[in-house]
């Protein structure tokens, strides 16, 4: 027992209790899984789950044009980022709107510009290192301006997702209600708020998990809590919850293993998501036990 603790310590406890970047990388991890999970539910209800995926691309090129301007400002990029991807889902909207492609065909096509031209601007621009940095961030280099970047995404989000979540609700699950009734504000403005609230939670999260990553710690774990409860409010508080322990998880595998922290912390999130699908009530195992005792 006495050689236990001190093992745990270590594993555990001791890299946060050392090391402010730690500490800072912990924080900030844990605040976007308050933030970014919770919309990651709402996505996929709405059976929009590639549309994190298009805005964490779409925001590229906006990151690109700040890092041009103002090379690594976190405050230029995050702006730029902020731009682009409303600009990106705007300009969906209206294609959907004015032609016959569905708004999901637009948003795969713009994004892929997006993506191009923000890949192609950073390498003529900056070094391979500040490619990489962008794509794929850096929990573990997080500074004091990217904790309060994030903290105060947060704090804004989980006020907006209160005052919201009644009208975001019937906009999600009966838009035809909410329609007919409206409660002061137009469907669209429902759905404007949310888009704007996605877009700055994956600004928010470019600078720990990278563009390319942001958006796995808003989707897996909201796709796999929805495979533990049925209830929204059930849903919300699981996929926060999964998203801090891969958090946690990630970054105390990265530190150990010296990999990257980015990655390592989604790899968690999807070994979570496997977990729930081999034994959550709504995955394999449960399912053939219900399959093999009616047949039986």
Known sequence: MDTVFPQAWDLLVAPFADFAFMRRALVATLALSLSAAPLGVFLTLRR???????????????????FMV????????????????LLVAGVAGAVSRFT???????????????????????????????????????????DTAGLRLVAG???VSLLALALMYRGLVLETLDPVFLAAHRHGLP?????????????????????????????GLMMLPAVSARLWHDTLPAQLLNASAQAALAGVAGLLLSYHCDTP???????????????????????????LRTTTHRVA
């Open 48 to 66: 929009m789950s590639l549309l994190g995926d298009a805005l964490s691309h779409a925001i590229l090129p906006g990151v690109a044009l700040g």
């Open 70 to 85: 103002s090379g690594l400002s976190l405050t230029a990029m995050a702006l730029g980022g902020v731009l682009a991807g």
């Open 100 to 142: 016959t492609l569905k708004e999901d065909a637009s948003l795969a096509a713009i994004y892929l510009v997006a993506l191009a031209l923000g890949v192609t601007l950073i390498a003529r621009h900056g070094t391979q290192l500040d490619l990489l940095h962008i794509l794929f961030g850096s929990a573990l280099g997080v």
């Open 153 to 155: 995404v947060t704090t």
């Open 187 to 215: 469907a669209w403005v429902w759905h404007q708020g949310f888009l704007v609230l996605v877009v700055v939670n994956l600004v928010a999260g470019f600078q720990t998990l990278g563009t390319l990553m942001a958006v």
């Open 261 to 287: 922290s980015g990655p390592t912390i989604i790899g968690c999130a999807g070994g979570l998501y496997a977990i729930s699908l081999l034994i959550a009530p709504g995955g394999w195992l449960p399912r």
